[in-house]
């Protein structure tokens, strides 16, 4: 097949593929790749086409075959990846979400997924220092920032390395709960009992029902002494607990 010809298919079959017509696009690039079995950027589009279809197998297949042939785009080898963790290949997976990681230029729609997948494989160095360079790119998202405080928890780093991290997060979004809650737990865990318990006592106490986050409002507010919002949290924990019996 000439290289014009092989242009053309691709870009036929990528419009249908990204028009979720994957069934077309399977069947023009197998017949292309029947006349032409050294096109590895239609053999890489073919294993994008076989995961969106939810053939892990051919997709494995089609994308280690391409590979030999050229260069995987970034979001290929996360999806070869992704295909390992489905035929229980972590090892596999692993090595190829950390190579992702360790990557200055890794594309930003990727840093969140590629840090999430380094989690799940327990490869959280990493996955923190993929959070680490996100914040850096994007300084004004406070998630990237979340995702380090998170990974910094599961690595036991100390309540006073994280803090100021949560700092930075909360004022580039204080409206979000959830941060400032996590701030506020952070704060009393660094013996800040009066600061954390000003920063809860502006949330709707009453709206929540989270048990793990009323608890932690509680033991909160009681170590800074707050009667009137202790006295909210527990009003609002026994009308939980009344509605249990």
């Known amino acids: 097949m000439g290289q014009s010809s092989t242009a053309d298919v691709y870009a036929s079959a990528e419009a249908n593929f990204l ?3 994957f069934e077309a696009a399977h069947l023009q690039l197998e017949a292309a790749l029947n006349a032409d079995d050294d096109a590895g950027q239609l053999w890489e589009l073919l294993g994008m086409v076989a995961y969106a279809e939810g053939d892990p197998d051919l997709a494995i297949d089609a994308l280690e075959h391409a ?3 050229v260069p995987l785009a970034n979001c290929s080898q996360f999806v070869l990846a992704i295909c390992y963790e489905k035929r229980e290949q972590p090892e596999s997976a692993s090595s190829i979400y950390r190579h992702l990681g360790s990557q200055d230029d890794l594309d930003e729609n990727l840093m969140e997924p590629v840090a999430r997948a380094l989690g799940r494989c327990d490869e959280c160095e990493y996955a923190l220092e993929v959070c680490r360079l996100a914040a850096t790119r994007m300084p004004e998202a406070p998630e990237p920032l979340m995702g380090m405080v998170f990974y910094m928890k599961r690595l036991s780093r100390p ?12 004022h580039l979004d204080p409206e979000d709960s959830d941060c400032r809650l996590t701030l506020a737990r952070t ?3 660094c013996q ?5 318990a000003y920063l809860l006592s502006v949330l709707p106490i009453e709206d929540y029902r989270c048990m793990n986050c ?3 409002m509680h033991e909160i ?3 800074a002494g707050d009667a009137t919002n202790l006295a909210r949290c527990i009003a609002v924990l026994q009308a939980i607990e009344g509605r249990k019996a």
Do not use: C, N
């Open 159 to 170: 309540a006073e390395q994280i803090l100021p991290v949560l700092f930075r997060a909360f």
């Open 19 to 21: 028009a979720g017509k």
């Open 192 to 196: 800040q009992h009066e600061e954390a």
């Open 187 to 189: 704060l009393h865990e």
């Open 221 to 223: 507010f009681a170590a």
């Open 214 to 216: 009323l608890t932690a």
């Open 67 to 69: 590979s030999l042939l």
